[in-house]
């Protein structure tokens, strides 16, 4: 499969920075941060199938080995051999595949939100049958909850609701393909094989892959840093986007040097 990647900016012979989404986020999760990096990289938005823009194969079953795959093909087909990483939850999982199975394209992975495995069979089924019955519209309410850390949405900043709403957009059955991907995700006892440095980012509030669990994930990896960005729950690109940039400014620094 190949993946749709979108280019944020044009800054040829730059090194090359590829972000992704989030379940049920756009390629915008990660424009805030993006954007900041834009005069010294070449800066590429890679989208979850169905989530931004639809094909008609986006609903198919695959895997998010086949997601890592595809994206590595997608950049390839655009000339790009090696990039730096930066994935969100669903996406970090990717990042984590590629890293395990095609370290030869990765410079650098920035794995944020993320787990070796997602929730279980049965709470996936559930959500399933959730976004079956009632859409992602049906999810909004439990989703923010996990989403942004207690009071975030109800401060003046736009993004937060923004994000819901692109949730709400989502087309139903790509949601679905995803979670079923993520029911078969797991990566558990891998880690250690990862060379590619690595930075992990947790939200301090986020309540499923939260901070002690995102560490025991950085103890794994010979080549890696853990942030904990305060006051953000699994969103931290949204909550807290000048945080989030920092510390991928000082990694990639090590990275490119």
Same mark, same amino acid.
């Given at each position: &499969?190949?993946?749709? #990647?979108?280019?944020?900016?044009?800054?040829?012979?730059?090194? =090359?920075? =590829?972000?992704?989404?989030? +379940? %049920?986020?756009?390629?915008? *999760?990660?424009?805030?941060?993006?954007?900041?990096?834009?005069?010294?990289?070449?800066?590429? @938005?890679?989208?979850?199938?169905?989530?931004?823009?639809?094909?008609?194969?986006?609903? !198919?079953?695959?895997? =998010?080995?086949? $997601?890592? /795959?595809?994206?590595?093909?997608? &950049?390839?087909? @655009?000339? #790009?051999?090696?990039?730096?990483?930066?994935?969100?939850s669903i996406s970090g999982g990717i990042g984590l595949t590629l890293a395990l199975d095609h370290p030869e394209s990765l410079t650098g992975l920035?794995?944020?939100?993320?787990?070796?495995?997602? %929730?279980?069979?049965?709470?996936?089924?559930?959500?399933?049958?959730?976004?079956? !019955?009632?859409?992602?519209?049906?999810? *909004?309410?439990?989703?923010?909850?996990?989403?942004?850390?207690?009071?975030?949405?109800?401060?003046?900043?736009?993004?937060?609701?923004? #994000?819901?709403?692109? @949730? /709400? &957009?989502?087309?139903?059955?790509?949601?679905?393909?995803?979670?079923?991907?993520?029911?078969?995700?797991?990566?558990?006892?891998? $880690?250690? !094989?990862?060379?590619?440095?690595? $930075?992990?980012?947790?939200?301090?509030?986020?309540? %499923?892959?939260?901070?002690? /669990?995102?560490?025991? $994930?950085?103890?794994?990896?010979?080549?890696?840093?853990?942030?904990?960005?305060?006051?953000?729950?699994?969103?931290? &690109?949204?909550?807290?986007?000048?945080?989030?940039?920092?510390?991928?400014?000082?990694? +990639? %620094?090590?990275?490119?040097?």
């Amino acid at each position: &499969m190949r993946i749709r #990647v979108h280019p944020l900016n044009d800054n040829p012979g730059s090194p =090359v920075i =590829v972000f992704g989404n989030a +379940l %049920g986020t756009r390629v915008s *999760l990660w424009a805030a941060v993006a954007s900041r990096l834009a005069d010294d990289y070449q800066i590429y @938005l890679s989208d979850l199938p169905g989530h931004t823009h639809s094909r008609n194969d986006d609903n !198919a079953d695959f895997t =998010v080995s086949d $997601l890592a /795959a595809g994206l590595a093909a997608s &950049m390839a087909e @655009l000339g #790009v051999d090696r990039f730096t990483y930066c994935g969100a939850s669903i996406s970090g999982g990717i990042g984590l595949t590629l890293a395990l199975d095609h370290p030869e394209s990765l410079t650098g992975l920035v794995a944020c939100s993320t787990a070796t495995t997602f %929730g279980t069979d049965e709470t996936w089924a559930e959500r399933i049958r959730d976004v079956e !019955a009632d859409g992602t519209r049906g999810q *909004l309410d439990d989703t923010a909850d996990r989403w942004f850390a207690a009071g975030f949405l109800t401060e003046d900043i736009a993004a937060g609701p923004a #994000v819901l709403t692109d @949730l /709400a &957009m989502i087309d139903d059955a790509a949601y679905i393909a995803c979670a079923r991907a993520l029911t078969h995700f797991d990566v558990t006892g891998r $880690l250690s !094989a990862i060379t590619t440095p690595t $930075l992990f980012i947790a939200g301090a509030q986020d309540p %499923g892959c939260t901070p002690e /669990a995102m560490t025991e $994930l950085s103890a794994q990896v010979a080549d890696s840093t853990i942030a904990v960005i305060p006051d953000a729950a699994h969103l931290p &690109m949204v909550e807290h986007p000048d945080i989030v940039f920092d510390h991928i400014e000082e990694f +990639l %620094g090590r990275v490119y040097t």
